[in-house]
């Protein structure tokens, strides 16, 4: 069975750094397409980085390309979010997937909130 376990959401100021962490579960991870989505209060989930599983490509949002880093090691296990210069808009909380044989699998999420 597979699981993903977000952590490290945080309350943070405006300006502040996060790093979120998700550990995967009961199924290896290398090689398989990874990524982080958000979903704030109201609105619809939305991407935020995604990782290929083969050559590590990246892609970002353009709301937060060159705020966000994301990486994986999949030795342990595990993706990660590196998160600097956050704004209000990006509290939501935060979900982290993967995608294996056509199917995407979902932690629980954690809440990241940024103000003031």
């Known amino acids: 069975q597979v699981q993903l376990v977000e952590s490290g959401g945080a309350w943070v100021q405006p300006g502040g750094s996060l790093r979120l962490s998700c550990a995967a579960s009961g199924t290896i991870i290398d090689g398989y397409n990874m990524g982080w989505y958000r979903q704030a209060t109201g609105k619809q989930r939305e991407l935020v980085a995604t990782i290929t599983g083969r050559t590590n490509t990246t892609v970002y949002a353009n709301n937060v390309r060159g705020r966000v880093t994301i990486s994986r090691d999949n030795a342990k296990k595990t993706l990660s979010l590196q998160m600097n210069s956050l704004k209000p808009e990006d509290t939501a909380v935060y979900y982290c997937?993967?995608?294996?044989?056509?199917?995407?699998?979902w932690g629980q999420g954690t809440q990241v909130t940024v103000s003031s």
């Open positions: 997937n993967v995608v294996r044989n056509f199917t995407a699998y």
